[in-house]
């Protein structure tokens, strides 16, 4: 492994809630930067949520200057216009993360559980409980989505793709 630090941007892609976390990966630790979700109000417009997303992402991708986007993979579930609309934001998110050089991985859900967990059919608390025990939070999330942005980094950062040289989204 090379002798350097890499900051890592876990993204669970939502546009009414939206998870991230910015972990910082060193040969010797991984350090939780920041952790929150993104919310966007259910009566706001569809647009105004989607500049919201693009503005704090970019507010993100400016102050940690990561050097890797770790998100997750979207499959289409019972209600395909939610599932288009959070593939929008995706898309935005790739984006953003293009336009400031960032390598790219995705991940599925059982790929995030498998690594945080052991178990690729582990339960969303089992996967929490996991992420508490591997992390030093410094606040409790009040929301799952920011449980799956941090375990999509603990995820690149135990598989070290972010140092491999040639990545595909």
């Known amino acids: 492994m090379r002798n350097e630090k890499t900051t890592i941007l876990g993204?669970?892609?939502?546009y009414g809630r939206l998870g991230y976390a910015i972990l910082k990966k060193t040969p010797k630790k991984e350090e939780l930067l920041e952790?929150?979700?993104?919310?966007?109000?259910?009566g706001r417009k569809y647009h105004e949520k989607i500049s919201t997303i693009t503005q704090k992402i970019e507010e993100i991708i400016k102050k940690f200057?990561?050097?890797?986007?770790?998100?997750?993979?979207?499959?289409?579930?019972?209600?395909?216009?939610?599932?288009?609309?959070?593939?929008e934001v995706k898309g935005i998110i790739i984006h953003l993360a293009l336009k400031n050089k960032m390598k790219i991985i995705e991940y599925t859900p059982l790929q995030?559980?498998?690594?945080?967990c052991g178990y690729g059919?582990?339960?969303k608390n089992q996967m929490i409980k996991m992420v508490n025990l591997l992390t030093?939070?410094?606040?409790?999330?009040?929301?799952?989505d920011t449980y799956d942005a941090i375990a999509l980094c603990l995820t690149c950062a135990a598989r070290n793709e972010?140092?491999?040289t040639k990545y595909s989204i």
Not at 11 to 14: C, Q, S
Not at 79 to 84: M, S
Not at 136 to 144: A, F, N, Q, V
């Open 11 to 14: 993204i669970d892609p939502g």
């Open 136 to 144: 030093d939070l410094k606040k409790t999330p009040k929301h799952d």
């Open 65 to 87: 200057r990561p050097s890797v986007l770790a998100i997750e993979k979207i499959y289409f579930n019972k209600n395909q216009k939610t599932a288009l609309q959070v593939a």
């Open 121 to 123: 059919k582990a339960s």
């Open 112 to 116: 995030v559980k498998i690594a945080t």
């Open 162 to 164: 972010h140092l491999w």
């Open 35 to 42: 952790y929150s979700c993104i919310e966007n109000p259910a």
